[in-house]
């Protein structure tokens, strides 16, 4: 059996793209196969909050949640090499899409209407969808962040198949750049 390469990337590699597209389940999958650490942008904020992410929009609002992920991924960005899984919103901020475009590899991880509408039901852990129809409140997110999304340094399809095509998608396109 021949011995897959080791990727070892030079910079952090940050997944962005929609709730429910595999961010944090195939960052998990990545940073352990490439020997880095995997970090969970929301599960951190949550940590250093003492609150989840649904409590905090609740009580103080989208603009503390959005500062709190701002000053988080500065932080995050300056350490250790890892895999980040980011927030669907964390890009579409300019400043943090600036930063992430300066010091990572970004990674969009792509996925259809239907198959993110399947992924989100499964939980009520997204604060932005729990007044009114998901895959309503999901397409319109689609026709706003998916152009942002496009200038990510690599876009991967989830619907390319297993959670391995997926990881070799993403390590093929890493070694390219």
């Excluded at 940590?47 to 992410?53: G, K, R």
């Amino acid at each position: 059996m021949q011995q897959e390469t080791l990727l070892q990337p030079d910079k952090t590699i940050v997944l962005v793209g929609l709730m429910g597209c595999g961010k944090s389940t195939i960052g998990k999958r990545l940073a352990k196969k490439i020997g880095l650490p995997f970090i969970d942008l929301d599960t951190r904020i949550e940590e250093i909050t003492n609150l989840p992410v649904k409590e905090i929009f609740a009580r103080h609002g989208e603009a503390y949640f959005r500062a709190l992920e701002t000053e988080t991924i500065k932080q995050l960005l300056d350490g250790t090499q890892a895999v980040i899984a980011t927030g669907g919103g964390a890009f579409i901020n300019d400043e943090i899409r600036s930063l992430i475009k300066a010091k990572s590899i970004s990674v969009w991880i792509n996925a259809d209407l239907q198959t993110l509408v399947e992924r989100v039901s499964r939980r009520n852990t997204r604060p932005l969808l729990e007044n009114g129809n998901k895959a309503e409140i999901l397409k319109d997110l689609m026709e706003k962040r998916y152009p942002i999304y496009q200038q990510a340094d690599i876009t991967v399809l989830t619907s390319q198949g297993t959670h391995e095509v997926v990881l070799r998608s993403i390590m093929e396109a890493i070694a390219r750049l």
